[in-house]
């Protein structure tokens, strides 16, 4: 029987090793965290921005934090006049988005601080390539249906000795919402 004791002794150290190395692993992979990736790209969205450039409008996207309010976001954006890729008109980058609303019938409510009346040239085609940045930064959003468009919670009526109805002079805000939908626009062509 003596012959037989190395060989018991020699599985036992290898059954304990094993089972020792197993235990480690085990250990190990307890203690690794959940991948972030996922989280991370749930908490991100690319949103096209549409900048002026003087003779048509370039797209351009961003990718941003989806704070639950991406259409404020893609206007901001625009505002803040920082593209990526392009030389553009600035837009306005006094002028701030107080705040985008959406209701179930999908008017789309912006809301734009005084500085937006602030037009800065006279050009009817830079006033027009300018307000066509608004509308197609938001036609993007399917559950924008039409657009309203206020100064400091006001539709028309004056700020600052400025009309609010008639916004750029010749881009007037209409009293009515704007129908901006992409539905009527892909029948028509």
Same mark, same amino acid.
């Given at each position: ?28 992979? #307890? @203690?690794?965290?959940? *991948? ?28 941003? *934090?989806?704070?639950? @309010? ?30 985008? $609303? ?29 307000? #066509? ?18 100064? $400091? ?12 109805? $008639? ?20 029948? @028509?062509?």
């Amino acid at each position: 029987m003596d012959m037989f004791a190395p060989r018991l002794w020699t599985r036992a150290l290898v059954i304990a090793f094993a089972a020792m190395s197993v235990a480690a692993v085990a250990g190990c992979s #307890a @203690n690794v965290p959940e *991948p972030t990736e996922s989280k991370i790209a749930e908490e991100m969205a690319v949103v096209s921005v549409y900048y002026p450039d003087g003779e048509t409008l370039t797209e351009e996207r961003h990718i941003v *934090p989806d704070d639950g @309010n991406l259409p404020q976001v893609a206007l901001s954006r625009l505002f803040e006049a920082s593209p990526q890729e392009f030389e553009i008109a600035v837009l306005l980058p006094e002028a701030t988005v107080n705040s985008v $609303e959406v209701d179930e019938t999908g008017v789309c409510t912006v809301d734009f601080s005084r500085e937006i009346l602030d037009f800065p040239r006279d050009e009817r085609k830079a006033k027009v390539l300018a307000f #066509a940045s608004i509308i197609e930064t938001l036609r993007q959003f399917p559950e924008i249906q039409s657009l309203m468009i206020t100064v $400091e919670g006001q539709d028309s009526g004056s700020i600052d000795g400025k009309s609010v109805d $008639e916004f750029w002079g010749d881009v007037r805000l209409p009293p009515t919402p704007l129908d901006i939908s992409v539905e009527e626009d892909e029948q @028509n062509g």
